[in-house]
């Protein structure tokens, strides 16, 4: 059976699925954010040097890997765009671009006020903390980029290549706490294992994946509207039962 | 471990709480605005029909 992938790469039929996955992402989302959050208060032990303030990492880790992840799909998607001429992608990095600036910013929040008890201030000009809001900043950039241009393919295109360009700053993040003597620690999550407790371990990846399919939830969601707002005129948005007569 | 001492979180609860707490704010307002901006955009369906209907 083959599958057509074009099928759904046109925003009519796109539109349709997105909105039959839309619950399948959100519902687990909030399920796991409570079972992320009771691990991580209830069962996570106090950490010896930090005692509770660590707890603070369930939140900050996954919105800083996540604000990273998402730069990568967007830049991918735009890149896409760019490339096949294809709408749905390019609407797909205009959908991903304000949730990846949510979790920059959530990123900064929650380590400005992990940073303070525990380094003594909110904030330092360190290399993972300055590229990161650097990265806030190509968000928030691509966003008002694209805001600023009329026609949606020109703003597609414009954003495209500033999206492309930033994905330079991610990988500097990653390894800003290798390349360069930062006050930010290296990496606790590692892919050779973690030093971490059990219970740590399963809050900080539930918690992730509680983040992740919250992200996709709405990235769904705001690319419905996206589709709606490029198609009014055409003759299957007018046919819609949720436009109504 | 009483529910007082839980939320003191030994000191630290200005920055726990204060963390969490704006974390929740910001998507609790972007779930609204994501909620919002379909609104609007059906809404913009609705009058491109209705300015086609009159043309025709």
Do not use: C
Not at chain 1, 47 to 76: C, K, N, T, W
């Amino acid at each position: 059976m083959a599958i057509n992938w074009f099928k759904y790469s046109a925003p009519s039929s796109f539109y349709a699925l997105a909105g039959k996955l839309i619950p399948w992402f959100a519902w687990p989302a909030g399920v796991l954010t409570l079972a992320g959050l009771y691990i991580g208060f209830f069962v996570a032990p106090t950490d010896a040097v930090q005692s509770e303030a660590y707890r603070i990492i369930f939140i900050h880790v996954p919105a800083s890997i996540l604000s990273m992840f998402i730069y990568l799909v967007m830049a991918g998607y735009a890149a896409l765009g760019l490339i096949f001429n294809t709408r749905l992608s390019s609407m797909m990095a205009t959908a991903l671009a304000p949730s990846g600036a949510l979790m920059a910013f959530i990123s900064l929040w929650t380590g400005a006020l992990w940073g303070k008890p525990m380094w003594g201030t909110w904030w330092v000009w360190d290399a993972r903390l300055t590229s990161e809001l650097i990265l806030l900043f190509l968000y928030l950039g691509f966003i008002s980029l694209q805001a600023s241009i009329e026609d949606p393919r020109r703003a597609d295109r414009a954003g495209a290549l500033l999206a492309i360009v930033g994905s330079v700053n991610v990988p500097i993040i990653y390894f800003s706490v290798q390349w360069w003597n930062t006050l930010h620690q290296g990496a606790t999550m590692k892919l050779t294992g973690t030093s971490m407790h059990i219970a740590m371990q399963q809050a900080m990846f539930t918690m992730f994946f509680a983040l992740w399919m919250y992200v996709i939830a709405i990235a769904l969601s705001r690319v419905r509207s996206i589709i709606l707002e490029r198609e009014k005129n055409s003759q299957w948005v007018a046919e819609l039962k949720e436009v109504g007569q | 471990m009483s529910w007082s001492e839980f939320f003191a979180m030994k000191g630290y609860a200005l920055y726990i709480w204060g963390s969490y707490g704006v974390s929740a704010i910001v998507v609790l307002m972007e779930v609204i605005l994501v909620r919002r901006r379909k609104k609007l955009a059906l809404d913009q369906v609705r009058i491109a029909k209705l300015v086609e209907a009159e043309e025709t």
